[in-house]
Structures are given as structure tokens and as C-alpha cells.
């Protein structure tokens, strides 16, 4: 049985800090294998339970990263059972191995972390930032940091995740701790000139960004990328892509949008990477705020792997309830409740259940039962409210809306979700809802509407005139811009 040596340690500390950045970078199934190998190597020794430790960390997340989130998991128990056994753990190791333990059960729907105790609460630093006494310990904060950050965002715990990845202390699209120029850690060596985890860290930034309608944040760490002395990897720049992809989407430019969800596409497409999947869900979330319900569906399907495998719980739940809608939609409700007799156990995940709750819903209303479709979109409403998902309540919202029988009521609630719709950015559900508005008021000239019913081309010309503009001047702006 190998025994347990300083340089064994060291190697398990090169290995844990190196991982991001190379499964970034390249084939994460093959440095999950590289360092299983590892793990074989160092054995179960009771002297050598902090390498295993930090190896099996390094594994969940190739693993994760690989998207293999079962196996992901699996590590994670790992961890925790190799920390059990090691004496003298640090602090900050400790964390470190319940952050992934959380953060891997938000993606693969397992409970090790409820069985074992571990609390999101209870694993959150207490101070600003990682005022720590060594790099190696700001390391293990800034690596921490990340396993709650992405822990919190795939639960929908964004100001949570927020406060984590502010507390970090770095500048929009920094890829490199925050430690001093040269500052060497405990063996001598200089810390690495780009941090994984403070690259993966900007990455939730930007994920964070897009879905609080903070588009401009995210090409602000895509040009800190750009900027960066060091190679940031590809897939990073097309996570950024991505997101503004999805930004042209959520605005309505269907031409900027199709421009740049076809580069991405051509990209990612057939990488299984959790960035390059990741990215095509973006690509698949724009497609359905466009209103291109089928071939949404259809990339999903695709990218998502048998079983939709290769998405986290939460992206598995929301890419369902595209599915199963666009089969429901193009009349194939036999198929569109298989795929619901599938997915319903991901509703017994608070995160999940909204999405299962439509497809429900769509499903209910496609066979004729409003009263029961408008019951699933309220109750869906709430499950969004829940976990401060604005967006997808607002879409709840509209879908109860565009069910209800009394037109004077449907369209004041479809007017105020256009307005609230406008004040939050979200041009695809305000365009959505105003046109269902003015379709209802069409035929009855009492209902009263504002600017935010208006269409796109209407907004645009009422925007023009408050500038002052003539209307031959409009006609020659807008035909110019055309």
C-alpha cells in the first residue's frame, strides 16, 4: 500500500488547482481519468486522507465539468468520507469538501449533503472577502467560494451566489487570485498566473448577469478575458458569446440573435463540455423566447443526451418543459405525457418544479381543460416567486392571462405583466403579452392600454417622435436602419 508523502500531498495540491483550467481547456473525461489514476496511486492509507481528499474534490469537478454529474456526485461522497478519515484537516479543506458536496447535489438531485448535515447557510464566510494568512489558504477560500457560488446559482439562490462572487475581491473578468505579485505559497512556488476558479468565478458573474438582465456585466468580463496576459480558454469566450446571444434574444433582435446562436452553435454543438452544453442551453432559451417552440425543442433534445444526462436538474427540468410543450403543441399529446410521466420526479426538486408545472399546464389546455391549465400556471407563478425567478413567473403569469374567458380582465393583467415586463427589460414576455393585449382589444375599444402594449415598430416610431423627430425624418431613420 503506498505510503503518504509531502511531495504526494503537494502533487494532490497541484492537481485540485490545475483542474478547472484544464478541463476548461480540454477533454474533462480524460483528466477524470488521470486522476482517478491518481487516487489509485495514493491508496487508503490513513496518512494519505488529505491527498485523497483534494483528489476526490478535483474529481467532482471534472466530473461536473465532464457532464457526468452522477459520477460528479459519487466523488463527492468521496470527499467526504477521505476528510472523515484525515487528521488535522484544515479549515478551509473542510469547507471546500462540503461546498462540493452541495454543489454536486444541486446538479445531480442526490441528497448526501442533507444526510450528512451540510447547510448552504452554515458553509458561508463570515467576512468580505478571503482575508486569509497564506496564498494556499486564499486558494482553497477562492476555489470554495466557487463550488457555494454555482451550489447557490443552480438552486436559484442568486443573491446568495452574488454576495459569494462579490466577496471574492475580483475586478470584472480578473483571472488570477487576489494575491500579491510573486507572493509565494508555503512550498516556494509562485502562485499560477491564471486561477481557475477565479475564472470560473467570472463565468457565474456573467451566468448571473443574464438572468438578472445585466447584459452589459457580462460583456464587461468577456473584454477582461480579451484583455487578460494570460490564454483564457476558448470555451470561456464562448460562454460570454452565449449569454449575449441570449441577451439579443430576450430584446427581440431575432437577426442579432440567429447571427450569433449560429456561431455558438457551430462551436459547441458537438462538445460534450459543461461550457460548450452550457452554452447551447443559452442558444435553446433564445430560440424559445423567439418563439421557435420546435426547433428549440429539437437542439435540446440533441445537445441534452439520452435522457437529457448531460444537463444539471435544474436545466434538465427547464429544457423538459420545452419538449414536452412542442409535442403537446404539434398535436402529439400521447408522446407529450410520456415525456411528463418522466420528468414529474423532478418535481419533487423546489428548483425543478415550476418547469413540470407547465408542461403540465400546456398539456391540460392542449386537451381542453382550461380551468386545470390556468390552476397549473398559477401554481407555478408561486414556485417561481419562491426561488426569485422574475422571469419565468412573469411567463406564468401570461400563459394564466391568456387562458382566462373574461377579456376586459385578461387584458388589464396582460397589460400590467407588459409593463412590469418592460421595467425589468424583458422585451420577449412584454412583446408576447402585448400582443395577446392587443388582440383582445381589438374587438372591444374600451380597454385601455399604455406604451408597453404597443408592438416594436410602434415603440420605436413613439420613441422617435419624443425626440423630436419629423415624421419624414422617422421614415428616413427607420428606413436607413432596415
Given at each position: 500500500m503506498a505510503r503518504s508523502t509531502d511531495r504526494d500531498r503537494e502533487q494532490a495540491r497541484v492537481a485540485l488547482d490545475a483542474t478547472l483550467v484544464s478541463v476548461f481547456s480540454g477533454d474533462a473525461a480524460d483528466h477524470l481519468s488521470r486522476l482517478q489514476g491518481m487516487l489509485d496511486t495514493v491508496g487508503a492509507d490513513p496518512d494519505a486522507a488529505e491527498s485523497r481528499t483534494r483528489l476526490a474534490v478535483a474529481a467532482a469537478m471534472a466530473a461536473v465539468i465532464a457532464c457526468r454529474f452522477d459520477v460528479a456526485a459519487d466523488y463527492a461522497a468521496c470527499a467526504t468520507d477521505a476528510a472523515d478519515a484525515a487528521v488535522g484537516l484544515s479549515v478551509e479543506l473542510t469547507r471546500m469538501v462540503g461546498a462540493v458536496v452541495l454543489m454536486t447535489d444541486a446538479m445531480a438531485g442526490t441528497a448526501n449533503a442533507s444526510r450528512r448535515g451540510i447547510t448552504l447557510p452554515a458553509l458561508l464566510p463570515g467576512d468580505s472577502g478571503p482575508r486569509r494568512t497564506s496564498v494556499r489558504a486564499r486558494r482553497d477560500d477562492l476555489l470554495t467560494r466557487y463550488l457555494l457560488a454555482e451550489a447557490a446559482l443552480s438552486v436559484a439562490e442568486f443573491d446568495v451566489a452574488e454576495q459569494l462572487i462579490e466577496g471574492a475581491g475580483l475586478a470584472p473578468g480578473q483571472v488570477s487570485a487576489p494575491t500579491g505579485d510573486g507572493e509565494p505559497d508555503a512550498t516556494g512556488a509562485p502562485p499560477a498566473r491564471i486561477d481557475g476558479a477565479a475564472l470560473t468565478l467570472q463565468?457565474?458573474?456573467?451566468?448571473?448577469?443574464?438572468?438578472?438582465?445585466?447584459?452589459?456585466?457580462?460583456?464587461?468580463?468577456?473584454?477582461?478575458?480579451?484583455?487578460?496576459?494570460?490564454?483564457?480558454?476558448?470555451?470561456?469566450?464562448?460562454?460570454?458569446?452565449?449569454?449575449?446571444?441570449?441577451?439579443h434574444a430576450q430584446a427581440g433582435d431575432r437577426r442579432a440573435f440567429e447571427r450569433a446562436a449560429a456561431e455558438v452553435l457551430a462551436r459547441a454543438r458537438d462538445d460534450a463540455n459543461y461550457l460548450s452544453v452550457g452554452s447551447c442551453l443559452y442558444v435553446g432559451w433564445g430560440m424559445r423566447t423567439l418563439g421557435q417552440l420546435q426547433a428549440s425543442a429539437a437542439l435540446l433534445t440533441a445537445i441534452g443526451g439520452p435522457g437529457l444526462a448531460r444537463c444539471k436538474l435544474w436545466d434538465r427540468a427547464f429544457a423538459s418543459e420545452i419538449i414536452i410543450t412542442a409535442a403537446a403543441q404539434r398535436g402529439d399529446l400521447l408522446r407529450a405525457e410520456e415525456l411528463l410521466a418522466e420528468a414529474t420526479a423532478l418535481s419533487s426538486h423546489l428548483v425543478a418544479a415550476s418547469a413540470v408545472t407547465r408542461a403540465r399546464g400546456a398539456i391540460a389546455a392542449m386537451r381542453g381543460r382550461l380551468e386545470e391549465a390556468r390552476s397549473h400556471a398559477v401554481a407555478s407563478v408561486h414556485l417561481d416567486e419562491a426561488v426569485g425567478s422574475d422571469i419565468e413567473a412573469l411567463r406564468g403569469r401570461h400563459l394564466h392571462a391568456s387562458l382566462d374567458p373574461d377579456t376586459r380582465r385578461a387584458a388589464a393583467a396582460l397589460r400590467r405583466i407588459a409593463s412590469e415586463a418592460d421595467r425589468l427589460g424583458i422585451e420577449s414576455v412584454r412583446a408576447l403579452a402585448a400582443r395577446d393585449w392587443r388582440r383582445l382589444s381589438a374587438n372591444d375599444p374600451s380597454i385601455v392600454g399604455d406604451i408597453s402594449v404597443l408592438s416594436s415598430r410602434e415603440r420605436e416610431i413613439a420613441a422617435l417622435m419624443a425626440e423630436g423627430h419629423s415624421n419624414p425624418a422617422i421614415a428616413r431613420l427607420r428606413g436607413g436602419s432596415g
Amino acid at each position: 500500500m503506498a505510503r503518504s508523502t509531502d511531495r504526494d500531498r503537494e502533487q494532490a495540491r497541484v492537481a485540485l488547482d490545475a483542474t478547472l483550467v484544464s478541463v476548461f481547456s480540454g477533454d474533462a473525461a480524460d483528466h477524470l481519468s488521470r486522476l482517478q489514476g491518481m487516487l489509485d496511486t495514493v491508496g487508503a492509507d490513513p496518512d494519505a486522507a488529505e491527498s485523497r481528499t483534494r483528489l476526490a474534490v478535483a474529481a467532482a469537478m471534472a466530473a461536473v465539468i465532464a457532464c457526468r454529474f452522477d459520477v460528479a456526485a459519487d466523488y463527492a461522497a468521496c470527499a467526504t468520507d477521505a476528510a472523515d478519515a484525515a487528521v488535522g484537516l484544515s479549515v478551509e479543506l473542510t469547507r471546500m469538501v462540503g461546498a462540493v458536496v452541495l454543489m454536486t447535489d444541486a446538479m445531480a438531485g442526490t441528497a448526501n449533503a442533507s444526510r450528512r448535515g451540510i447547510t448552504l447557510p452554515a458553509l458561508l464566510p463570515g467576512d468580505s472577502g478571503p482575508r486569509r494568512t497564506s496564498v494556499r489558504a486564499r486558494r482553497d477560500d477562492l476555489l470554495t467560494r466557487y463550488l457555494l457560488a454555482e451550489a447557490a446559482l443552480s438552486v436559484a439562490e442568486f443573491d446568495v451566489a452574488e454576495q459569494l462572487i462579490e466577496g471574492a475581491g475580483l475586478a470584472p473578468g480578473q483571472v488570477s487570485a487576489p494575491t500579491g505579485d510573486g507572493e509565494p505559497d508555503a512550498t516556494g512556488a509562485p502562485p499560477a498566473r491564471i486561477d481557475g476558479a477565479a475564472l470560473t468565478l467570472q463565468l457565474l458573474r456573467a451566468r448571473l448577469s443574464a438572468f438578472r438582465g445585466r447584459a452589459a456585466q457580462a460583456r464587461v468580463i468577456g473584454e477582461g478575458f480579451a484583455a487578460a496576459d494570460v490564454a483564457v480558454p476558448e470555451r470561456a469566450f464562448l460562454v460570454i458569446d452565449a449569454i449575449a446571444a441570449y441577451d439579443h434574444a430576450q430584446a427581440g433582435d431575432r437577426r442579432a440573435f440567429e447571427r450569433a446562436a449560429a456561431e455558438v452553435l457551430a462551436r459547441a454543438r458537438d462538445d460534450a463540455n459543461y461550457l460548450s452544453v452550457g452554452s447551447c442551453l443559452y442558444v435553446g432559451w433564445g430560440m424559445r423566447t423567439l418563439g421557435q417552440l420546435q426547433a428549440s425543442a429539437a437542439l435540446l433534445t440533441a445537445i441534452g443526451g439520452p435522457g437529457l444526462a448531460r444537463c444539471k436538474l435544474w436545466d434538465r427540468a427547464f429544457a423538459s418543459e420545452i419538449i414536452i410543450t412542442a409535442a403537446a403543441q404539434r398535436g402529439d399529446l400521447l408522446r407529450a405525457e410520456e415525456l411528463l410521466a418522466e420528468a414529474t420526479a423532478l418535481s419533487s426538486h423546489l428548483v425543478a418544479a415550476s418547469a413540470v408545472t407547465r408542461a403540465r399546464g400546456a398539456i391540460a389546455a392542449m386537451r381542453g381543460r382550461l380551468e386545470e391549465a390556468r390552476s397549473h400556471a398559477v401554481a407555478s407563478v408561486h414556485l417561481d416567486e419562491a426561488v426569485g425567478s422574475d422571469i419565468e413567473a412573469l411567463r406564468g403569469r401570461h400563459l394564466h392571462a391568456s387562458l382566462d374567458p373574461d377579456t376586459r380582465r385578461a387584458a388589464a393583467a396582460l397589460r400590467r405583466i407588459a409593463s412590469e415586463a418592460d421595467r425589468l427589460g424583458i422585451e420577449s414576455v412584454r412583446a408576447l403579452a402585448a400582443r395577446d393585449w392587443r388582440r383582445l382589444s381589438a374587438n372591444d375599444p374600451s380597454i385601455v392600454g399604455d406604451i408597453s402594449v404597443l408592438s416594436s415598430r410602434e415603440r420605436e416610431i413613439a420613441a422617435l417622435m419624443a425626440e423630436g423627430h419629423s415624421n419624414p425624418a422617422i421614415a428616413r431613420l427607420r428606413g436607413g436602419s432596415g
